[in-house]
T-cell receptor, first 114, second 109 residues
Framework: DGGITQSPKYLFRKEGQNVTLSCEQN?????MYWYRQDPGQGLRLIYY???????QKGDIAEGYSVSREKKESFPLTVTSAQKNPTAFYLC?????????????FGPGTRLTVL | GQQVMQIPQYQHVQEGEDFTTYCNSS?????IQWYKQRPGGHPVFLIQ?????EVKKQKRLTFQFGEAKKNSSLHITATQTTDVGTYFC?????????FGKGTMLLVSP
C-alpha cells in the first residue's frame, strides 16, 4: 500500500524545545515538501527537496531545519527559534520537482506548543 | 514573489445550489492545480489546467483557466453534502506551488 506517512498525528511540546516531525513515502518520488497550515490560511511552503542530499528554503524557512539523507524520508525539525510553532504541518511528495506534477499529501501532524 | 488570491474565503449554500470559487494570480501561470481538503483531512489533488482558456469537467465540477492564464475558477453544480470542504487553487512556479488561501464550502441539507 503506497503512500505518505506522517507521525505522530498530534504532538505536544513545551516552549523552547526542538521537535522533529517525521515524513516517509514509498511512492519512489524524487521531490518532497513541507507546508505549514494555519486556520483560514492556505498552505505555506517551509522547505522542499528535489533530490537526495539537497534541499531549498521555501517562503517561511526561518526557525525550521530539514534533512534529506534518504529518498524516502524528509524529516522537519521545528526549532526553538520558531516564534509561533503551533500549526498543522503537511508533508507532500511528487514524482519530480517540476510544477506540472501533482503533489500527494500525507495526513499531517498537528503540533501544539504549550 | 508570486501571489495567488482566492475568493470568497467562505461560502454556505443549501444542498442543490451552485457554488463557484475564483482564483487570481499576480503573474502569468504555466499551469494551475486545484485541491480539495475535507474537514480534518489533507489536501487531495483534483485537476490541473495547462492551456489558455482550457475547460475541464469532472461530473458536477467545472474548472476553467483564463485566456491570459492569470485566473481560474471552479464551479460546482447542484452541491451535495459530500462537497463540504476547502478548495484550494495552486499556481506553479518552476518547481514549487503557490497556494491560495482557499474557499471553505459548507453545504446544508
Amino acid at each position: 500500500d503506497g503512500g505518505i506517512t506522517q507521525s505522530p498525528k498530534y504532538l505536544f511540546r513545551k516552549e523552547g524545545q526542538n521537535v522533529t516531525l517525521s515524513c516517509e513515502q514509498n511512492l519512489n518520488h524524487d521531490a518532497m515538501y513541507w507546508y505549514r497550515q494555519d486556520p483560514g490560511q492556505g498552505l505555506r511552503l517551509i522547505y522542499y527537496s528535489q533530490i537526495v542530499n539537497d534541499f531549498q528554503k521555501g517562503d517561511i524557512a526561518e526557525g525550521y531545519s530539514v534533512s534529506r539523507e534518504k529518498k524516502e524520508s524528509f524529516p522537519l525539525t521545528v526549532t526553538s527559534a520558531q516564534k509561533n510553532p503551533t500549526a498543522f504541518y503537511l508533508c507532500a511528495s511528487s514524482p519530480q520537482g517540476r510544477d506540472y506534477n501533482e503533489q500527494f499529501f500525507g495526513p499531517g501532524t498537528r503540533l501544539t506548543v504549550l | 514573489g508570486q501571489q495567488v488570491m482566492q475568493i470568497p474565503q467562505y461560502q454556505h449554500v443549501q444542498e442543490g445550489e451552485d457554488f463557484t470559487t475564483y482564483c487570481n494570480s499576480s503573474t502569468t501561470l504555466s499551469n494551475i492545480q486545484w485541491y480539495k481538503q475535507r474537514p480534518g483531512g489533507h489536501p487531495v489533488f483534483l485537476i490541473q489546467l495547462v492551456k489558455s482558456g482550457e475547460v475541464k469537467k469532472q461530473k458536477r465540477l467545472t474548472f476553467q483557466f483564463g485566456e491570459a492564464k492569470k485566473n481560474s475558477s471552479l464551479h460546482i453544480t447542484a452541491t451535495q453534502t459530500t462537497d463540504v470542504g476547502t478548495y484550494f487553487c495552486a499556481g506553479s512556479g518552476y518547481s514549487t506551488l503557490t497556494f491560495g488561501k482557499g474557499t471553505m464550502l459548507l453545504v446544508s441539507p
